[in-house]
């Protein structure tokens, strides 16, 4: 790789409409991105490309008047100093903000590269090109904002904001509350069998972890392989199956780690399998609430649908232990 101050004139410029020439690429691939899910937003980057493509018309009008049309395969990877981002415009169903923050890290970079570049330019006409090129660059934070302000009407933006909701009740909050749901409700049964069938604090503890680790790995693998989010927008699977099982293993282990109680001490039993049922409580109006504040359902419905299931489950496992 080549130190910045060791360019010519000829390389920097190429690097430069090499440069353009990627970000404009960048900013159509957000803008397909975004398409489907924010298609004003997605307006806004297919604005920043053409934008873009005017930048690199003026460097190549440079490049040819001084160096003629043949140019130097030289691109930012090849020159140290500039940031090493990963591509995650590769990426399918990006958040709108995360799609902007990289925005504004290109716009950054750029600005930079075209000041520095600007003071070892020998030639006044490249030196001031690439001086007005750094404060185009500089001044696109602005123009993104007047564009947003333009084409994001506020009709628009709340119903950007409805889909960014649904997209972040999909990508998270369904596999976690999926999760949570199982851990919680289907590791009781076994649970409490074991507890009462025992009534050893540390045989049901190992009872109720291989329960719940069992369940997390089983829903985890479950939700990965459901879909791989291309058609639903649901995300990436090793996102959404990490979340749901990780959120299944604590939702079981949440009311398995009071049978820790050592079995030496007084009412040991009785005094673990209370505080587990208060857990176990606290669990299910836990998952009542977030289904009524995420999912829209009725606060009342999901605390009845949730503490039912829960306390069949708990009577079944307790008749089955202390059968």
Known sequence: MKNFADLTEREVLAVAISSEEEDSRIYMSFAENLAERYPDSAKIFE?????????????????????????????RSNVKGFLRRRPIWLT?????????????????????????????AQDVGVRKLLGDLA??????ETIAAQLTDTILSPDVRAEEDRTRHRMFVLQYV????????????????????????TQHNWQTFLVGLAASIGAGI????A??????????????????GITCGLMTALGGLGHTIPYLVPDAWPNAFWLATSIACIVVFF???????????????????????????????????????GA
């Open 92 to 120: 399918k169903n990006l958040s709108l903000d995360t799609i902007r923050k990289e925005a504004e890290s290109m716009e950054f970079e750029a600005e930079r590269f075209y000041a520095k570049a600007a003071e070892q």
């Open 223 to 240: 939700e990965a392989l459901s879909d791989d989010g291309s058609m639903t927008g649901r995300g990436s699977p090793w996102l959404r």
């Open 135 to 140: 404060a185009l660059e500089r001044g696109h």
């Open 174 to 197: 369904q596999p976690g509350l999926a999760g949570l749901m199982d851990g919680s409700v289907s590791t009781l049964a076994p649970l409490f069998a074991a507890a009462f069938a």
């Open 47 to 75: 604005q920043m490309a053409e934008q873009e493509n005017g930048h690199r018309r003026l460097l190549l009008e440079m490049y040819e008047k001084r160096f003629g049309p043949n140019l130097p395969p030289i691109r």
């Open 283 to 321: 669990e299910l109006w836990a998952i009542a609430y977030i289904r009524a504040r995420y999912m829209d359902t009725p606060f009342l419905q999901a605390v009845f649908q949730i503490v039912l299931g829960g306390a069949i489950v708990l009577a079944v496992g307790v008749l089955i232990g």
């Open 218 to 221: 089983s829903m985890g693998f």
